[in-house]
């Protein structure tokens, strides 16, 4: 009887332990009511969540995206670098709005909306380094997110370079304003967002000309033609609006060298 | 198969997990011994500070000490080792790695010195051995017999533990899985294989090595 | 810690003298070690007052680090439950008279004893975030759930297997000898005895599953170390995070640790527990050998 009444109490908790596991996962489908975008969450400027919000350029245009185009009202998740084109590839999200690089590669996972943005690579060191460019680069302590694609760029072009591979980009950033890192590759836009934060602002600067272009587009899910026309219609009036160049302005700042030439972008035919 | 060692340098990552293991075994035994004399010595202040050791190390996540071995010691107080970032993130790891499981060690150890019989102790101080005597004559070399099997269990638990470092960057059998599944995941179900087959082959023999050396070099009572 | 140990007699008053003498060393080396670091991280910046003030107000908790460790609670809660369940059938299936089955539950336990943790977080999860039957909002909560589970039933197992093994041979006998078969003696003598005597090593194992809940990190499961790095890169205050995120942890496994001595005691004086040897003297700490082989993980 006793023991009885103890494997009864076992399998009791496992019950409750499994329908803890079940229960929480039902109204995440997008659909009508709603849109899952993929953003960052520890991303300055473009994706950070703040508070109980999310800000940045991501983020408004994730907002402006979805309201236009009348997909619902949006839900943030998080989608760090690693996983965007599994989030795309199994639903959880509809799109990813995430500093998200078209590539070939990638192309071959996702389509791309947009773009809605060409940033390029950089590099971001104290305001008073002598660090200019790729060539004063060599033998300097070097930090970036293992996973990017910028840190792999840069090792072609510097073979000796000195490179630390974190997690997370702010992770680098605060390693840099320890002054045991003398520079950070990434994306120009992501970059100008940590020089923007509050207790870094006017300690770093921005060096241009270091790499190519990153050309930023919406990710979805593979042939998703209709959606990604839906987007790019969206993304038009976004520009044409003024909201674009508002949001640019807002999230990275006045010292931001906006590539006029190349942004706001053309939109890329979808198929 | 193939293509996964044609795309990654898979030894390469399986050697560093090598690597880390032994450097950190070493480095934990000698903190974890020094930890374990402390925790069992005369002197008040050390057996405190033995006890926040074990206390304070055993109950915090690994990938926690890691990260805060690198980014508390080499970044923040300034103190590297190497001037290559890659060497430096290997030291590091390896004394994050070595001040966990040396809290492990620590408790082996002890456990050890619990499965000596009260008589050993009292029969040394008896003949007239000080403390230092006692444990260096009597206890400790009975107590390392008896730790085998513990001690046993950290090393493997370690060896597992080393995946944790992929965190601060250091190119090992995690980072490389976790490549596969972002680089190429359709070969996610090969890598797996490889790595958990590397590491049954790896573990398994230190098991059978310190259950083989555990009863060979009991101490029969 | 108690005052007698039968590691050295009592001091006398040289040797309190030498005691005295050595405490305050070691004492001073502490200190001026603690001292350093601390007047390290004060030239760092690490103690003013906007790295910490968002800790005195509610949003840093509400928003970042009590959500992040509600799942890392949760996280853990489904793992340890699912884990005594599957450690229960595991040990079974290996004490069982059936060959196979011994063999099949011998090969399962000691793979997943072998694969670390996080390459199985790792695997589960580029698994499941494939599998369209599963909801892809829940892949990376079924991922260190699925891992945790795996590896702490796999040693979950072995201390319900140790724990028969260590029963008096006369249980087994007796068991027997009154006509019961041998999985009649099992079930309904040895285990619920081995179960009771190892209860200590379970809520011990929680540590360890506590802990190991901040791998999922690696695998985008929103615990209270990934929710604190989103906190710190907002606020800009890494060192205070990381600093703040390990006393919750030290905290909670601390506490966890304790219950577990407290409930190996009260089994002690129920005559369940066993007899102390030399280090022993007034510590329950070190616990026995194979309580200890789990808090390694």
Not at chain 1, 64 to 86: C, N
Not at chain 2, 105 to 122: D, M, W, Y
Not at chain 2, 196 to 214: E, H, Q, R
Request: aromatic share 8%; charged share 15%.
């Amino acid at each position: 009887m006793q023991k009885t009444r103890r494997m009864a109490g076992v399998a009791g908790l496992s019950v409750v332990a499994l329908s803890l596991a079940a229960c929480g996962g039902s109204e995440n489908e997008g659909g009508e009511d709603g849109v899952n975008v993929g953003i960052k969450f520890d991303q300055p400027g473009l994706g950070q969540k703040v508070g109980s919000g999310y800000e940045g350029l991501d983020v408004d245009v994730a907002n402006y995206v979805a309201k236009d185009a009348g997909l619902g009202k949006v839900t943030f998740k998080e989608a760090p670098s690693k996983q965007r084109e599994q989030l795309i590839k199994s639903g959880q999200v509809k799109m990813v709005i995430a500093t998200y690089s078209v590539t070939d590669e990638r192309k071959q996972e996702v389509s791309f909306a947009g773009p809605y943005f060409i940033a390029e690579q950089a590099l971001l060191v104290a305001k008073d380094s002598k660090i200019n460019g790729v060539k004063s680069l060599s033998g300097k302590k070097l930090c970036s997110v293992s996973g990017s694609t910028s840190a792999t760029k840069l090792k072609e072009q510097v073979p000796g370079v000195n490179l630390q591979e974190f997690d997370t980009y702010s992770k680098c950033a605060s390693a840099l304003s320890t002054g045991q890192i003398d520079a950070m590759t990434t994306d120009d836009t992501i970059l100008s967002g940590y020089a923007q934060q509050d207790s870094y602002k006017g300690k770093f600067k921005v060096v241009k000309g270091v790499g190519g272009d990153e050309i930023y587009g919406i990710g979805i899910k593979k042939g998703d033609t209709a959606l990604c026309k839906k987007v790019n219609t969206s993304l038009q009036k976004m520009v044409d609006s003024g909201e674009w160049k508002k949001s640019v302005e807002k999230h990275l700042g006045a010292e931001y060298q906006l590539n006029a030439e190349k942004n706001p972008p053309k939109q890329e035919t979808c198929s | 198969m193939s293509q996964i060692f044609e795309q990654f340098d898979v030894i390469s990552f399986f050697w560093m997990t090598i690597k880390l293991t032994a450097l950190a075994a070493v480095a934990s035994f000698i903190i974890g011994t020094v930890m374990a004399i402390m925790r069992l010595s005369p002197v008040p202040v050390l057996r405190f500070v033995g006890t926040a050791y074990v206390t304070l190390f055993r109950n915090t996540p690994l990938t926690l000490i890691v990260f805060g071995s690198l980014f508390g010691i080499s970044i923040t107080l300034q103190f590297s080792i190497s001037d290559t970032l890659s060497t430096n993130a290997f030291f590091f790891a390896i004394f994050g790695l070595a001040v966990y499981h040396a809290a492990f060690v620590c408790e082996a150890i002890r456990s050890g010195v619990n499965t000596i019989p009260l008589g050993q102790a009292e029969a040394a101080r008896s003949i007239g051995l000080t403390f230092t005597q006692t444990l260096r004559e009597v206890i400790l070399p009975q107590a390392m017999r008896g730790a085998i099997t513990p001690l046993g269990n950290t090393l493997i638990a370690l060896a597992k533990n080393t995946t944790v470092v992929m965190t601060i960057g250091v190119l090992e059998s995690a980072y490389f899985l976790s490549k596969v599944s972002e680089d190429a995941s359709s070969q996610l179900n090969n890598a797996f294989l490889l790595v958990a087959g590397f590491f049954v082959l790896f573990t398994v023999p230190m098991g059978l090595a310190t259950g083989y050396a555990s009863r060979k070099l009991a101490v029969k009572r | 810690m108690s005052s007698s140990s039968v590691l050295f007699d009592a001091p006398g008053p040289k040797a309190r003298v030498r005691n005295r003498i050595l405490s305050i060393i070691s004492l001073v080396t502490f200190a001026a070690f603690a001292w350093w670091i601390i007047s390290v991280l004060a030239d760092q910046g690490q103690f003013e007052a906007a790295k910490w003030k968002p800790f005195i107000q509610s949003e840093i908790w509400s928003e970042y680090l009590v959500p992040g460790l509600i799942n890392t609670v949760k996280a853990a809660a489904i793992s340890i439950v699912l884990a005594a369940v599957l450690g229960l059938v595991l040990a079974l299936a290996r004490m069982s008279a059936l060959t196979p089955l011994r063999w099949a539950a011998g090969v399962f336990v000691e793979f997943f004893r072998a694969v670390p943790v996080l390459m199985m977080m790792i695997f589960t999860w580029g698994l499941f975030i494939q599998t369209p039957s599963i909801p892809p909002d829940q892949a990376p909560l079924l991922a260190v759930v699925t891992a945790l589970t795996l590896y702490n039933g796999s040693v979950m197992c072995e201390v319900v297997r140790a724990g028969v093994g260590q029963l008096p041979a006369g249980q087994r006998e007796a068991g027997l000898s009154v006509g019961l078969s041998e999985q009649q003696t099992l079930r309904t003598i040895l285990l619920p005895q081995a179960i009771t005597a190892m209860l200590p090593s379970l809520v011990s194992q929680l540590v360890v599953v506590l802990k190991d809940t901040a791998l999922g990190f690696n695998v985008t499961y929103l615990e209270l170390l990934r929710s604190g790095t989103q906190a710190e890169s907002n606020y800009t205050n890494l060192v205070p995070v990381l600093i703040v995120v390990a006393t919750i942890y030290i905290i909670i496994n601390y506490a966890v640790t304790k219950l577990a001595e407290y409930i190996e005691g009260r089994l002690k004086r129920r005559g369940l527990g066993r007899k102390g040897t030399t280090g022993a003297a007034g510590s329950t700490a070190a616990g026995p050998d194979m309580a200890f082989n789990r808090e390694t993980g």
